[in-house]
Every structure is written in C-alpha cells, then in structure tokens.
C-alpha cells in the first residue's frame, strides 16, 4: 500500500511539473510587456475576492470577503466585509481606512517618501505591476491555465512587509490567486473571482467619513 501511495505521489509530481514551464528572462520581459499593454488598453478592474489569513499562533486560518475595485496606477477601493467590516479608499493622494463598527478612520496624506507608500505597494502587488522590474527579483511559470508569477522584493521597505510574493493569473492576464508570505512566517492567500474590466465611477475612488466618525492621522498628518 505504501508503494502504491509512494508511486501515486511521485507522478503526481511529474505530472505538475510537467505542465508547469518555466520562462526565460526574454520570456518573462514579453509576458510584462503583454500584462502593461491589456492595462494600457483597460486600465481598470474589479473583483470579488477571498482571503485566508494564516497566522502561526492560532490553530484555524482567518477569513474574510469582500470587493475591490482599482484603477492604474494607484486609486484603489477595498470593502471587506463579515465581523470586522473594513472600507479602504485611495485617490492616489489620500488614503482612508474605515472601521464602521468602531466609527473611526485612518486617514493618511500620500507623498512621494511617504513610509505608508510600501504598504500600499503591497496591497495593489497583485493588479499594479506597473515598472515591477525595479522593486521584484522575478519568475515565472507557463502553467495550464495561464502563468505563475513569484516577486520577490529588493528594497528593505517592502522587505518587511512581506519575504515572497506569488500570484496566479489566466490567459486573459487577469489575476485570480495570490499567496503573501510575510517574514514572521504568517501566509495570506487571496482568491479572486468575477474579474471585469468595465468602467469604474471615479466616484468610487472617493471617500467622506460619516458624520459622528472620529479621524485619526498616524503619521502625525
């Protein structure tokens, strides 16, 4: 039984491998120039995601659902919703995070040496791999369904937000899973669903605390 288990498991292996085929740089630098010129074309997308968060010091993973919605290169929305409902708003100048069951905001002033700029590099990994060369260390895989992806970061800032970055996306060039690995060894994996590249309302980019809602500014601004 053993043998058959052990025989079951190796071509299962070989099988993966097997349709799974590594780029060349040459390879790598066409599949980039192909992803910039699908979001030249359609700079906007949304979806609907899933996330599991796993942390080494709790036995069961931490879901979550929710929406996001981006625009190139850096306006994004993400509503998550369930116990701990959260709405995060970026204009590209102006970052908010809302908790509505406290009532309170995180609002954040974006600059060109703003410390939060790493958070948000990291955040938008997954749909802005706009000039992604100069901040990943890159591979990739041609794989049944499309390509993987793995990035991993050069600059000590993003460094410290996660060790490797993987991402999954179709023959459409359309991202549909990621896995996160940040350096105290917790995984998040996000998987997205109901891709669309229709227009998105710039409304959407924009965010007005509800009256009664107490704004904090971190940074100190």
């Known amino acids: ?7 079951f498991l190796i071509l299962n292996f070989l099988a993966t491998v097997a349709h799974a085929q590594q780029l060349s740089p040459t390879e790598i630098k066409g599949l980039l120039e192909q992803i910039r010129e699908k979001r030249a074309s359609a700079p906007q997308v949304q979806a609907d995601f899933q996330d599991e968060k796993v ?7 931490i879901t979550s659902t929710g929406k996001v919605w981006f ?3 850096n306006k994004f929305r ?8 959260s709405v995060t708003v970026c204009d590209g100048q102006q970052l908010w995070i809302y908790y509505s069951n406290f009532k309170s905001v995180e609002h954040y002033t974006l600059s060109k040496h703003s410390p939060i700029n ?3 590099a990291a955040v938008t990994a997954a749909l802005n791999l706009e000039n992604v060369e100069s901040t990943y260390h890159i591979t990739a895989n041609k794989i049944d369904n499309g390509y993987s992806v793995e990035l991993l970061p050069k600059t000590p800032s993003l460094k410290r937000i996660f060790q490797k970055f993987n991402l999954q996306m179709n023959n459409e060039l359309l991202v549909t899973r990621t896995e996160m690995l940040q350096p105290n060894g917790d995984k998040l994996v996000t998987i997205y669903s109901n891709q669309s590249r229709a227009t998105i309302p710039q409304s959407t980019f924009q965010f007005t605390p509800p009256p009664g809602t107490e704004v904090t500014t971190p940074l100190g601004r």
Do not use: F
Not at 55 to 61: A, G, S, T
């Open 78 to 85: 993400r509503e998550v919703k369930g116990n701990s409902p």
């Open 71 to 73: 625009e190139m290169p």
């Open 118 to 120: 790493a958070g948000i």
């Open 55 to 61: 942390i080494r010091l709790m036995n069961k993973p």
């Open 1 to 7: 039984m053993r043998k058959i288990l052990l025989s």
